[in-house]
C-alpha cells in the first residue's frame, strides 16, 4: 500500500506539472529549477506531492532558470515563497533580488555558505534551507553500525569543505573515537597518502568534495579498501555501485519531501521573518549495501531496511550546532 | 621517481590551472558519476547508457562458470562461439565464419591489442594471464571499428587484469584433472616505496585430446594424437601515482608456448613453439573537466614451428623413381612446412583527450601510430620483414541534446599503404524511459583492412634447393577494405530494484567485399592455388539477448541466447557453397550458481549449440554440454581459498570443431590459496 501510495503521489505531481501552465500568477510557491534536468524535476516531484497530500489549498508553479533568463517576467512578484532548487537557482535568487521571501533546496551546506558569503550583506530574503549533505552524527552512527569495535575512522579531504571536516572532527570526538585525516592536494602520492590512512582505519569515510577531486580518489580508496580489508562508507548510489561497501545520501525526491514538509509548515507560521536561517540537514535518507563488496570483506551487514530501522532506534538525539554566526543547523 | 613527479607536476600544471579547491561543492558533485572503468566507447559510461551491445562477465560468473582456460568464458556472452582447432589451438569467433585462425575480433588485455598480425588471430595460450587475474571481460558484441579500428570488426574483448592494489598479498592456484592436465600460477602484490606492484607466474601443461587420430585413407599408419601444451608465462605490473592526477601503469611479461597442431595424416602432429614478450606504459593524467592518456605498447611473439610433411612419394602419387622423371635434376627427399623464424611484432603508440564540453557534452578523441611487421620464409615466400605502418585518428561524443535523450557518434579514420585512407562511422541514439529503462539504437558502417597475411602470403611447397614442388596459398597483390553496415536496436531494462537485468538487441549486418582464400590456378604440380581475394559477401540478422537475475547473494542466474540467419555463400567454381550453416542459429548458455550454505557454492552451466559446419572443420550435430562445480571456500586466520571440483561435459561425448577432436567428460581439482 505505502508504495502504491507512493507512486499515486508522483503520479499526481507529475499530473499537476503536466497540467500547471508555465507560472500562475499569484502562485503560493515558485519553484525556480536549476535546470531541466532530472535530479531537479525529481526535487520539484517530491514537493508537489508533499504539499499536494497536505494542502490542496496551497498553489504551485514552477520554471526553469533558463527560461527565467530569457524572460524576466516569467517571475510573477506576487508569491509568497521562492524556492529554489539547486545552486545556480540560489545563486540567481540571491544576487538578482528577485524576491522578498527565498528558500533554498538541493544545495550543498559549503554551496550556500559560499553563495551567502559573496553578498555584499547577509541576504534578507533567504528564510531558511535543506541541504544535501548528511550531518556528520548520521554517517558516524553507520559507521559503529557496520563495525561496532571500530575505534579509528578514516578520510581525506581536499579543502573545498573545511566546515564539514571540522564537523566530522568534533562529532567522531564526542563519541570518544579518533579521526585519521589526510588533506590531499594536487602535489600529493595519493596511494601514498591514501595506504597511510587505510592503515590505521577501522572504517574509511568518504567525505563528498568536488567531483572531480572525488573521481580521482575513488579507484585508490576502493582497492586499498578492499587490499587492507576496511569497509569504505560513500556518499552516493554510485560509489556504492563501484565499489563501496555502504553508502548513505538523500535522494533528490527524498529532499523535495522534506523540503514540502518544511515549506508547508513555514507557511503555515509565517508571520516574520525568523532571527535566523535555518540550514535543515535532509531529514529523509537512503542506504545503499554493495552485497558482493560485503562478502569480500567477510562482513555481515544486514539489508538497507534493517540498518536503517537499527539507525532509526538508535536515534533520538537532536544535534544544534551553530557553525556560523546567522547559520544554525538541525536535524529532526 | 621524482623525476616523474615533477614532470607530471609541470604538465598538470600547464593542464590544470585552477586548483580544485576554489570552487564550492554542489549537488553536481554529488551526484557526479564514479565509474572507475571505461567502456566500448572509450568513455566512462554505465553499461546502461553505452550505446552498442556490452556483455561484462565479472569475477562472480567467472568462477562460477568453472572455465579453467580463458576464451571458455567467452561462451557466456551471446553469439560467441569456442572452439577447438586441436588439443590447445582455441578459435573465438562472433556472427562469422570459424577458420582455423579467426580474426575479426579485437582482443586486449588491459587495453593492449593482443592479435597476432603474422597469423591474424589471437594465440590465447600466449596472453600470459591465469584465468584467476582477470577482474572482468568487457565484450562489444557488434562492429566497434568506430572505437578501436579495424580489428574490432565485430567485436571487441577487453580482459581487464586485477588491479596491483586489488590483489591479495599472495595468491597460488594449482589445477589437476582429465587429459594430464597440470596448471599452476601465483601473483605476489608489494611494494617498494611508492611504487606499488604485482609479479606473477603460470605454467600449464596437458595432453590434448584423448584417444587416437584416424586417417581419412591412404595407406598411413595410425599414429598416437599428441596435441598437448606446455607453456610457462612471466608478468609483472606496477602503478605509480606521481600526483594526484597522474597515474603511471606499466606491465612487462614474456613467456614460451609450445603446443602440438595436427599437421597431416603421415606424419601427425607437429611442435609448434611461440616465444613471446610485451611491453606496455600508459599514463594517465586527469584534468579539471577530463583526462589525457598516453600509452605505448610493444608485442613480439617469434613462432617455431618443426613440420616436417614428409617424403615427397608419400605426399604425392610419384613413386621414388618418377620423381626425377616429374622434377628433372630432384630425387625423392623429405619435405618441410615449417614456420621457422616467424615473426609476429607491433608497436603501438596513443594518444587520447576526454573532456567535458559542457553538462550535455562529452568527447574524447585521439590519434594512434602503429606499426606491424610480420616475416617467415614459409608464409610469404621470402626472408625480409614485411612492414605496415598505419594512423589512426578517432573521435567519440556523447551529447545529452534533451533530458532523457542522449545521441553517440564515433568516427575512426585510418590510413595505410594497402588501401589508403577509410573511416568507419557511428551514430547511436539512446533514450531513457525511466531510470531502470533504455532503449537504444545506432547505425555503423565499419571497415577493415585486411590483414597482412591475408596481403602478402604467398605459401609454397619447395624441394630444399628452392625448386618449386606446390604452390598452396597465394595473393592477388591487390586488396581492398572490407565492409560492414550494422543496423542495431536494443532495450536493456533493470526490474526487481535492478535484482533483474534484461538486455534485448536486435539487429541487421551486410558484409561486403571480405577477404576469403579462393581456388585459383597454380603453376605446379596439381595446377591449383588458393588465393586470397576481396568478395565475399554475406547479411546477417538476428537476436541477442542476455539476463542476469540475482536476488540476492545466494543465487545467481545468467541466461544468454542468440539467433542469427546468415545468408551468403561462399564463391566457388563450380558451385557455390552455403555459409548459412557455418554459424549456429541457435546459440544458448544459462549459469546458475547457488549457495546452500555459508562457504558452500554448487554451479553449472549448459551450452548449447545448434547444428553448424565449422568453416575450417567438420559438419557437427546440435552439441549440448553441461559443466557442473562444487566449490567449498576455506578461510583461516592466516588465509584464505578455495578448494573446486569441476565437471566438463558431464553428458555426451562430442565433436568439437573437427571429427577429430572428441570432447569426452573431463573432471578437475582447482585449490586457490590467499594470504593477505
Known amino acids: ?332 | 621517481m621524482n623525476v616523474l613527479r615533477g614532470l607530471a607536476q609541470f604538465v598538470g600544471f600547464c593542464w590544470a590551472p585552477v586548483c580544485l579547491a576554489q570552487e564550492p561543492i554542489t549537488e553536481i558533485d554529488l551526484y557526479a558519476d564514479v565509474d572507475v572503468i571505461k567502456t566500448g566507447t572509450r568513455l566512462q559510461q554505465p553499461v546502461m547508457q553505452v550505446p552498442a551491445s556490452v556483455t561484462v562477465i565479472d569475477q562472480q560468473m567467472i568462477a562460477a562458470s568453472g572455465a579453467t582456460q580463458i576464451p571458455q568464458l567467452l561462451r557466456l556472452v551471446p553469439g560467441f562461439l569456442n572452439y577447438s582447432v586441436s588439443g590447445n589451438q582455441r578459435g573465438v569467433s562472433s556472427r562469422a565464419l570459424s577458420p582455423d585462425f579467426p580474426g575479426h575480433l579485437e582482443v586486449m588485455v588491459d587495453g593492449r591489442s593482443v592479435y597476432q598480425p603474422a597469423l591474424s588471430t589471437v594465440i590465447w595460450t600466449s596472453l600470459g594471464i591465469a584465468i584467476e587475474d582477470i577482474d572482468y571481460i568487457e565484450v562489444i558484441r557488434g562492429s566497434n571499428t568506430s572505437t578501436y579500428g579495424s580489428n574490432a570488426f565485430l567485436g571487441a574483448i577487453n580482459i581487464v587484469t586485477v588491479d596491483a592494489l586489488e590483489s591479495p598479498k599472495l595468491s597460488l592456484r594449482a589445477l589437476a584433472g582429465s587429459i594430464d592436465t597440470q596448471d599452476f600460477s601465483g601473483r605476489y602484490a608489494g611494494s617498494i616505496e611508492d611504487f606499488s606492484y604485482t609479479v606473477s607466474f603460470l605454467a600449464q601443461s596437458n595432453s590434448g585430446f584423448e584417444g587416437l587420430s584416424e586417417p581419412d585413407s591412404g595407406p598411413w599408419p595410425l599414429h598416437t594424437r599428441q596435441d598437448g601444451l606446455s607453456t610457462q608465462q612471466f608478468r609483472l605490473q606496477g602503478l605509480y601515482t606521481p600526483t594526484l592526477s597522474d597515474e603511471i601503469d606499466v606491465t612487462l611479461g614474456f613467456g614460451k608456448d609450445r603446443i602440438q597442431v595436427p599437421e597431416n595424416d603421415v606424419r601427425g602432429y607437429h611442435n609448434r613453439q611461440f616465444d613471446n614478450h610485451y611491453q606496455h606504459v600508459r599514463w594517465t593524467h586527469q584534468l579539471d573537466n577530463g583526462d589525457v592518456e598516453l600509452s605505448f605498447y610493444h608485442n613480439r611473439l617469434n613462432i617455431e614451428d618443426d613440420t616436417v610433411l614428409g617424403l615427397l612419394s608419400e605426399l604425392t602419387p610419384l613413386t621414388p623413381a618418377t620423381v626425377p622423371l616429374a622434377f628433372p635434376g630432384q630425387v625423392d627427399e623429405v619435405l618441410r612446412g615449417d614456420i621457422r623464424d616467424g615473426l609476429s611484432e607491433r608497436y603501438h603508440l596513443e594518444l587520447q583527450h576526454t573532456f567535458d564540453v559542457n553538462q550535455q557534452l562529452r568527447l574524447v578523441w585521439g590519434s594512434a601510430f602503429r606499426v606491424d611487421r610480420l616475416g617467415s620464409r614459409f608464409l610469404l615466400g621470402h626472408d625480409d620483414i614485411i612492414q605496415e605502418e598505419q594512423y589512426q585518428l578517432f573521435g567519440n561524443a556523447e551529447w545529452y541534446f534533451l533530458p532523457d535523450w542522449r545521441a553517440n557518434f564515433s568516427l575512426m579514420v585510418e590510413k595505410n599503404a594497402i588501401v589508403g585512407t577509410f573511416a568507419s562511422p557511428r551514430a547511436g541514439i539512446n533514450y531513457q524511459i525511466n531510470p531502470e529503462h533504455m532503449l537504444r539504437a545506432s547505425i555503423t558502417a565499419g571497415k577493415r583492412t585486411p590483414s597482412l597475411l591475408s596481403v602478402y602470403q604467398n605459401t609454397e611447397i619447395t624441394f630444399a634447393d628452392g625448386t618449386l614442388i606446390d604452390q598452396i596459398i597465394g595473393n592477388t597483390g591487390s586488396a581492398d577494405e572490407e565492409k560492414l553496415n550494422v543496423l542495431e536496436m536494443g532495450y536493456f531494462g533493470m526490474f526487481l530494484e535492478g535484482d533483474l537485468t534484461l538486455d534485448l538487441k536486435l539487429f541487421k549486418e551486410q558484409l561486403r567485399d571480405a577477404r576469403y582464400d579462393a581456388e585459383g590456378v597454380g603453376i605446379d604440380l596439381d595446377g591449383e592455388r588458393r588465393v586470397w581475394r576481396n568478395g565475399l559477401d554475406w547479411d546477417n540478422q538476428g537476436a541477442e539477448l542476455q539476463v542476469r537475475y540475482q536476488p540476492n547473494d545466494r543465487w545467481l542466474l545468467s541466461w544468454q541466447y542468440a539467433y542469427i540467419d546468415i545468408d551468403g555463400a561462399l564463391p566457388d567454381a563450380t558451385s557455390p557453397k552455403d555459409i548459412g550453416t557455418h554459424v549456429p542459429k541457435h546459440n544458448t548458455s544459462l549459469l546458475l550458481a547457488y549457495r546452500p550454505l555459508p562457504g558452500w557454492e554448487l554451479s553449472g552451466v549448459v551450452y548449447h549449440t545448434s547444428e553448424m559446419e565449422w568453416t575450417g572443420g567438420d559438419e557437427v550435430d546440435e552439441i549440448t554440454r553441461l559443466d557442473l562445480r562444487i566449490a567449498r571456500e576455506l578461510r583461516f586466520i592466516s588465509w584464505s581459498g578455495r578448494l573446486e571440483f569441476l565437471a566438463h561435459n558431464v553428458e555426451d561425448d562430442y565433436f568439437d570443431y573437427d571429427e577429430d577432436n572428441l570432447f569426452e567428460r573431463r573432471f578437475f581439482v582447482r585449490l586457490i590459496i590467499d594470504f593477505d
Not at chain 1, 36 to 50: F, H, K, N, S
Not at chain 1, 198 to 211: E, G, Q
Not at chain 1, 254 to 278: K, N
Request: aromatic share 8%; charged share 25%; hydrophobic share 40%.
Open chain 1, 1 to 332: 500500500m505505502r508504495i502504491i501510495k507512493t507512486y499515486m503521489s508522483r503520479l499526481m505531481a507529475l499530473s499537476l506539472m503536466l497540467c500547471a501552465p508555465l507560472v500562475l500568477a499569484g502562485s503560493d510557491i515558485v519553484l525556480l529549477l536549476s535546470s531541466d534536468a532530472l535530479p531537479y524535476r525529481e526535487v520539484e516531484q517530491g514537493i508537489r506531492a508533499t504539499l499536494f497530500e497536505r494542502s490542496d489549498r496551497i498553489t504551485i508553479s514552477s520554471l526553469t532558470l533558463d527560461t527565467l533568463l530569457k524572460d524576466e517576467t516569467a517571475l510573477s512578484e506576487d508569491h509568497r515563497v521562492l524556492v529554489t532548487i539547486g545552486t545556480r537557482a540560489t545563486r540567481y535568487a540571491l544576487q538578482e533580488n528577485i524576491s522578498k521571501t527565498v528558500y533554498s533546496s538541493f544545495i550543498t551546506a559549503s554551496g550556500l555558505l559560499r553563495e551567502i558569503a559573496s553578498e555584499k550583506g547577509f541576504p534578507e530574503a533567504l528564510q531558511g534551507a535543506v541541504v544535501l549533505d548528511q550531518p556528520a552524527e548520521r554517517v558516524v552512527q553507520l559507521a559503529k553500525l557496520i563495525n561496532p569495535k571500530a575505534r579509528k575512522l578514516g578520510t581525506v579531504v581536499n579543502g573545498s569543505a573545511p566546515n564539514r571536516l571540522d564537523e566530522f572532527k568534533r562529532v567522531v570526538k564526542g563519541q570518544g573515537l579518533q579521526l585519521m585525516a589526510a588533506s590531499l592536494f594536487e602535489e600529493s602520492n595519493p596511494i601514498a597518502d591514501l595506504k597511510h590512512i587505510f592503515a590505521s582505519s577501522d572504517v574509511f569515510l568518504v567525505i563528498p568534495d568536488k567531483a572531480r577531486f572525488n573521481s580521482k580518489i575513488a579507484k585508490w580508496v576502493l582497492f586499498l579498501s578492499y587490499r587492507h580489508r576496511v569497509p569504505v562508507i560513500g556518499y552516493s548510489k554510485k560509489y556504492t555501485d563501484a565499489g563501496a561497501l555502504i553508502s548513505i545520501f538523500s535522494t533528490p525526491w527524498q529532499v523535495g519531501r522534506d523540503t514540502g514538509e518544511r515549506l508547508q509548515r513555514y507557511l503555515a507560521e509565517q508571520t516574520q521573518s525568523p532571527p535566523f536561517v535555518r540550514l535543515q540537514y535532509p531529514r529523509y535518507f537512503s542506504l545503499s549495501v554493495n552485497d558482493k563488496v560485503a562478502e569480500s570483506l567477510g562482513l555481515k551487514v544486514g539489508n538497507e531496511a534493517q540498518l536503517k530501522e537499527r539507525m532509526r532506534e538508535q536515534r533520538g538525539a537532536r544535534i544544534k550546532d551553530g557553525p556560523g554566526l546567522v547559520l544554525e543547523v538541525v536535524e529532526q
